[in-house]
């Protein structure tokens, strides 16, 4: 499953993505990771929540964010859940040329059972036809 929630900048997103978060872990039977672009909400997770800060390993486009999903995948064999924190800083598109990379989530994600939740920032005018069926909450 991949879900979206979806807002422009500073209604909520993240503090969001952050409680779905911490409830999935309270419940998961496998491992959550939780990524982000700096270390700033590291500390409003549950400990039983693997954080990771991504701008330590340069990601830069829709592929070096596949192939990073990929490497934590292949490393932890019962992860259920990954969530996102600003999706757009990672791959650096404009969110309509992003359909590729979202099938590409969707078949990884089907394919390994990993859920992938993430918070993308933009105006309900550009959220892609293609994305629709993804979102779970329009901030």
Sequence with gaps: ??????????TGKTKRLLQHANRTAADAK?????????NSYMFDLSSAIRFINAAE??????????G??????????DLE???IDGFL???????ASLEGLFADLTAFSEKHGVNIVMSVSGNADMLPPFMREMVLQIT
């Design 89 to 95: 800083n990672f791959v650096r598109h404009d969110l």
């Design 1 to 10: 499953m991949i879900g979206v929630i979806f807002g422009e900048k500073g």
């Design 30 to 38: 496998g491992s959550v990771v939780f990524i982000d672009d700096d």
């Design 81 to 83: 859940y990954i969530y």
């Design 68 to 77: 990073f999903l990929c490497g934590i995948c292949a490393q932890d064999f």
């Design 57 to 66: 390993y340069g990601i830069e486009t829709p592929k070096m964010l596949y």
